[in-house]
């Protein structure tokens, strides 16, 4: 259903809705329910795990974006002042957040194909 | 149906029309809709499948085509067959008393009344009816419409800005992203509520638009050509049975 439908073009005559239609999409909307399920499995299983330039923080962050843990070395608080090191935190941060991005989109292309909507 | 009407009847009119006015914000979350529907499916026992299967469109197409209908032009020309059917009547009055002066009788003034009652009966009682029924069913149809409009605009009223439209309008694109992924049956939920809230919506009038008929109206009898009448070739119209 999806696969035809979605990508009419704009201009063609709106088709008449039949219980073929109706079928496709209510497995369609299972199926996807399915893969949804699966997808949040798998990203709740994946850690991603940066660390920064210096090695001194490192920042644990899941494929759905949840941070699990911020690591600081003891060597951290001595050389770095507080500011520097909260820089260095939030540097880290960042990156892990866009690595779970990508780290979410690479799980479900890998689990999904490309477009899972048939498109 | 003519005797419940005054000769100078017309069409009340319409309820005004707040289409227009929402037209573009309601067709665009409509279409969001039909979009989510075809790209994200149907839950399974929702109610929109009902009313799919009664309506057999997307919401957002019926709601296109209701919108590009505009019943004015139909009342209008109910108005305009109403003044005919006045005009009628102003005109048919002396035909109808036409006879009622002659001073002669026996076989010729019978001759002249059969052949003439059934012309002043089309032009005094049956073409005003007709006329009559004309203007009714038109005028029934353009209200038929127009409250289809309304039910569409009550509808945006109370649903434009709820829960589901706010979930149909700050989707992520349809990318096919993981995101895309997660929100997906968020929103074919979403959209299935909008759909069947919308059926929901325009049934009734729907339904009433199911039973518009047009009003019993007596036929015309056919026009004569001169040939096949009785000794007068005074005119083409001739009423009544040879």
New interface residues.
């Given amino acids: 259903?999806?696969a035809t439908?979605?990508h009419e073009p704009a201009t063609t005559e709106?088709r008449?809705?039949?219980?073929a239609?109706?079928e496709?999409?209510?497995?369609?909307?299972?199926?996807?329910?399915r893969?949804?399920r699966d997808?949040?499995d798998q990203?709740a299983r994946a850690d991603v795990t940066i660390r920064s330039g210096d090695g001194l923080v490192e920042v644990v962050v899941g494929a759905d974006g949840a941070f699990h843990d911020v690591r600081i070395a003891d060597a951290a608080l001595r050389t770095l002042s507080a500011r520097d090191l909260s820089r260095t935190v939030l540097a880290a941060c960042q990156q892990a957040r866009t690595a779970a991005d990508w780290a979410?989109?690479k799980?479900?292309e890998q689990a999904?194909g490309?477009?899972?909507?048939?498109? | 149906m003519t005797h419940d009407h005054p000769a100078d009847w017309r069409p009340g009119p319409l309820p005004t029309d707040h289409l227009a006015a929402v037209a573009e914000p309601l067709l665009d979350l409509l279409s969001r809709t039909d979009r989510a529907l075809q790209r994200y499916g149907v839950p399974p026992d929702h109610a929109a499948s009902a009313g799919l299967r009664e309506f057999r469109l997307l919401p957002g197409a019926l709601a296109a085509s209701i919108t590009a209908t505009d019943p004015v032009p139909l009342w209008q020309q109910a108005v305009a067959t109403a003044r005919r059917r006045s005009a009628v009547l102003a005109v048919a009055e002396p035909v109808r008393t036409d006879d009622a002066g002659l001073q002669w009788s026996g076989a010729g003034r019978r001759a002249y009344r059969a052949a003439w009652a059934p012309v002043a009966t089309a032009l005094g009682t049956d073409l005003p009816a007709q006329l009559l029924a004309t203007a009714d069913y038109g005028d029934r149809l353009a209200r038929w419409y127009a409250a289809l409009r309304s039910a569409l605009v009550r509808f945006f009223l109370r649903y434009g800005t709820g829960p589901a439209a706010v979930t149909l309008r700050t989707g992520p694109p349809g990318d096919a992203t993981a995101d895309e992924l997660r929100y997906a049956t968020g929103a074919a939920t979403a959209a299935a509520d909008l759909a069947a809230a919308c059926y929901d919506a325009l049934r009734p009038a729907l339904t009433a638009g199911r039973r518009l008929r047009p009003g019993p109206a007596p036929t015309l009898p056919a026009a004569r050509t001169p040939d096949h009448d009785t000794g007068t070739d005074s005119g083409a119209f001739h009423a009544g049975h040879d």
């Fill in positions: 259903m999806p439908t979605d709106p008449e809705i039949d219980e239609w109706i496709q999409a209510i497995t369609h909307y299972q199926a996807l329910e893969r949804q997808l949040a990203l979410r989109q799980l479900s999904f490309v477009d899972p909507f048939g498109g």
